[in-house]
């Protein structure tokens, strides 16, 4: 763990990390593990008083040398701690936030769950069903001073949009009923046909009319992750599917044209700061691993429309195709970062300092358009090496690597 001096060093020079564009960094990262087993809540050392921290000044070249060469364009008032629930494998998530300067705490349930050894201290939570979940949240944010809470996968979200008012900390999610709808593929149709935007026609099974025009897609209700969804060319296969499939499902329209993927962040009274689409080269598993961000003023209106239509705050992902009329369909809304994060933090979305800048209780202003495009991203695989520390812990192995002569 990383010593309390050089954390308060590393802190008390945030302000000039935050006002630095992050330069491209594609960390290996993938689907969270959902299938972990319980853990006891683990204790981590107290953090510096702010007192303390306050006390120890940055060296005087180091404030002149940010001053002399980084002009603000996030405001950047003393960072906040975050805390990262269901942190799974999002290893680039958790490093985006620290290289903005934040103090990382990762949580989750599995003790192999490789971001939590990412962040600058990680603790061990019960599973998110658990009744005792959102206390031990709370004893973490009041005992280290936690200013934000950041959900990195759809498990928790209807959990936490409901105790914001129990934790003492910044939750970026919107309201508890918009959570509902979009975790929720039917409700989410309803959702968009009742605010005029685009969705796919989308009937439930026993709705499905005679004439339908195939091919359709049966879909999980609650599904995610490209789980639960099988493409039905003829009656046939559509009436096997739905007798296949374990889980409730819906029966949608297949979309005609070029799929697109929208990032974007919104802030507390939902004015969207930035959205950035990208192309869907490749996908595996519903994990985005090879995509292209590209300039098309077109997306970056749908991508603020529907975020300030739905009143989204935070990070969201917009799935959509733009169909051979021209129209655009949106067929699910994330409330979270994307699985492709790296691409629109190489591109300049900021999105790390952004959610920082509103725990500090500042109100960025929108910068629509402003990221760079014609950047690709290719993912590979990356492991960590783990070994047995102290009382049962694992700690990160640094293998030394031998000596050629």
């Given at each position: 763990m990383e010593r309390s001096g050089d954390r308060e060093r590393r802190r008390?020079?945030?302000?000039?990390?935050?006002?630095?564009?992050?330069?491209?960094?594609?960390?290996?990262?993938?689907?969270?593990?959902?299938?972990?087993?319980?853990?006891?809540?683990?204790?981590?050392?107290?953090?510096?008083?702010?007192?303390?921290?306050?006390?120890?000044?940055?060296?005087?070249?180091?404030?002149?040398?940010?001053?002399?060469?980084?002009?603000?364009?996030?405001?950047?008032?003393?960072?906040?701690?975050?805390?990262?629930?269901?942190?799974?494998?999002?290893?680039?998530?958790?490093?985006?936030?620290?290289?903005?300067?934040?103090?990382?705490?990762?949580?989750?349930?599995?003790?192999?769950?490789?971001?939590?050894?990412?962040?600058?201290?990680?603790?061990?939570?019960?599973?998110?069903?658990?009744?005792?979940?959102?206390?031990?949240?709370?004893?973490?944010?009041?005992?280290?001073?936690?200013?934000?809470?950041?959900?990195?996968?759809?498990?928790?979200?209807?959990?936490?949009?409901?105790?914001?008012?129990?934790?003492?900390?910044?939750?970026?999610?919107?309201?508890?009923?918009?959570v509902d709808a979009l975790a929720d593929k039917w409700l989410a149709h309803a959702l968009f046909v009742d605010n005029g935007i685009g969705s796919p026609p989308t009937w439930l099974p026993e709705d499905v009319p005679a004439d339908v025009e195939f091919p359709v897609l049966v879909k999980a209700r609650r599904g995610f992750g490209s789980r639960g969804i099988y493409r039905c060319n003829d009656r046939r296969e559509l009436e096997f599917f739905l007798d296949y499939a374990t889980e409730t499902s819906i029966v949608q329209s297949c979309c005609r044209g070029e799929e697109f993927s929208i990032d974007l962040f919104c802030d507390l009274d939902s004015r969207c700061l930035n959205a950035v689409p990208r192309t869907m080269i490749e996908s595996k598993g519903g994990e985005s691993i090879k995509g292209m961000t590209i300039a098309d003023d077109e997306l970056v209106e749908v991508g603020r429309h529907v975020s300030e239509t739905l009143r989204l705050v935070g990070p969201a992902n917009v799935q959509c195709f733009r169909e051979p009329d021209g129209t655009h369909v949106v067929t699910d809304i994330n409330p979270r970062f994307g699985g492709a994060f790296p691409l629109p933090t190489a591109a300049g979305s900021r999105f790390p300092e952004l959610a920082l800048a509103l725990a500090a209780g500042e109100r960025p202003e929108p910068r629509l358009g402003d990221y760079r495009s014609g950047l690709y991203m290719t993912r590979f695989f990356g492991e960590l090496v783990l070994t047995a520390g102290p009382n049962g812990t694992l700690e990160p192995f640094a293998q030394e690597l031998p000596q050629h002569s």
């Open positions: 008390s020079s945030a302000p000039h990390e935050c006002e630095r564009r992050i330069e491209a960094a594609v960390q290996p990262a993938g689907e969270n593990d959902d299938d972990v087993g319980v853990c006891g809540c683990g204790r981590l050392p107290r953090r510096p008083r702010e007192e303390d921290e306050a006390s120890r000044n940055p060296e005087p070249d180091e404030r002149q040398q940010g001053a002399a060469h980084h002009e603000p364009t996030v405001p950047s008032r003393a960072v906040s701690g975050v805390l990262f629930t269901c942190a799974g494998q999002r290893v680039d998530i958790v490093t985006a936030f620290r290289r903005a300067g934040a103090w990382t705490l990762a949580t989750d349930v599995n003790q192999l769950a490789p971001a939590l050894y990412h962040a600058d201290a990680h603790a061990f939570v019960p599973r998110v069903d658990d009744p005792t979940y959102v206390d031990a949240l709370q004893s973490l944010v009041l005992e280290h001073e936690v200013g934000l809470i950041v959900p990195l996968t759809d498990l928790d979200h209807g959990v936490l949009a409901r105790a914001t008012d129990r934790l003492a900390a910044l939750v970026l999610l919107p309201a508890p009923e918009v």
